[in-house]
């Protein structure tokens, strides 16, 4: 079940200070943004050669995630009534998301699927409160799709960038609940959904 | 640390033994900076380690118990009024050198 490298040890190398997975999805999307993510594919084709379909699942749903609390933070940054410190964070993670949803897309460019259309997104920020209401829902929903969809993928690089987001996720849900006045870390250990449960909690903020 | 004790007395394995950190209480903002190098490590330390680990099983602990590091760092950044994602879009691992240079001087090497 388990495909694991041939040699172990290479999957252990580490490039100053990163893992090779992360190393190389972040190097390609820096590299994607400036040449086209042909330039940059044979590289990362040979890097994710242990990719499977059900991988390529987990990405475009993990797009389609991220493309939600893109819309969200855009959304939400039009609203006169936030604070000035949900202004801040709006905008910071706003930034983060856009940078998520870009390094999808060029992985899932490079394994030559055909990257997910971006939802609309249906959101009732009317102020302050529901900026953060809606915020928490969204980044709770990602905590949890990431951490059950993550031991399903076989890709020890993908693996290692799903952790990389699925932490500034879970940074991100803290942060809102603290400033909305709530524990930012309700459990000892942050439950995962299943698919099901993260396709209807996506479906809720106007996902497919 | 209690379900990380039942995981690895069930794969067999001995437990560690248990250190004895010294830390210094001195001022409010001290103690926050402190625990939040601790979180941002610990952070760091699981994510080093997620594509190494064989069992789905414990992957799915340590992502559970990964992301609860986090929001601690990310909420006792905010108090301290700094960044909540220090790293950015993309959290940076932690391999073990990096772990033990942290936690040294709270281990007394």
């Known amino acids: 079940m388990s495909r694991r490298p041939q040699i172990p040890e290479l999957a252990a190398i580490e490039v100053a200070g990163m893992t090779r997975g992360s190393f190389i999805l972040r190097g390609a999307l820096a590299a994607g943004a400036v040449y086209g993510a042909g330039a940059v594919t044979p590289f990362v084709e040979r890097a994710l050669a242990q990719t499977s379909a059900g991988d390529i699942a987990i990405l475009q749903f993990a797009l389609t995630l991220e493309s939600l609390e893109s819309a969200f933070y855009a959304a939400a940054l039009k609203t006169p009534k936030l604070t000035a410190a949900s202004k801040k964070l709006a905008t910071e993670f706003s930034a983060h998301e856009k940078a998520h949803a870009d390094a999808l897309t060029t992985t899932i460019q490079t394994l030559n699927a055909k990257p997910g259309p971006a939802p609309a997104g249906k959101f009732a920020v009317r102020d302050d409160a529901t900026f953060l209401k809606v915020g928490i829902a969204l980044e709770e929903a990602g905590v949890s799709a990431y951490n059950g969809a993550a031991p399903r993928i076989i890709s020890p690089d993908l693996l290692a960038t799903a952790g990389a987001i699925v932490q500034v996720e879970a940074r991100h849900a803290a942060a809102l609940r603290e400033t909305a006045g709530q524990d930012p870390s309700p459990a000892a250990f942050d439950s995962p959904s299943t698919t099901a449960q993260a396709d209807a909690a996506l479906k809720a903020f106007g996902g497919p | ?109």
């Open chain 2, 1 to 109: 640390v209690a379900a990380l004790e039942g995981l690895v007395r069930k794969l067999g394995g001995s437990l560690p033994p248990k250190p004895t950190p010294t830390f210094q209480f001195t001022t409010p903002n001290f103690i926050l900076q402190t625990a939040s190098s601790l979180e941002y490590t610990g952070a760091g330390a699981y994510l080093g380690q997620v594509d190494r680990i064989q069992s789905k099983e414990m992957l799915a602990v340590a992502l559970a118990i990964h992301t609860v590091e986090a929001r601690h760092d990310a909420a006792l950044n905010l108090m301290l009024g700094k960044d909540v994602s220090p790293d950015g879009a993309f959290a940076q691992p932690q391999f073990a050198a990096d772990v033990l240079q942290t936690l040294g001087p709270y281990l007394g090497k």
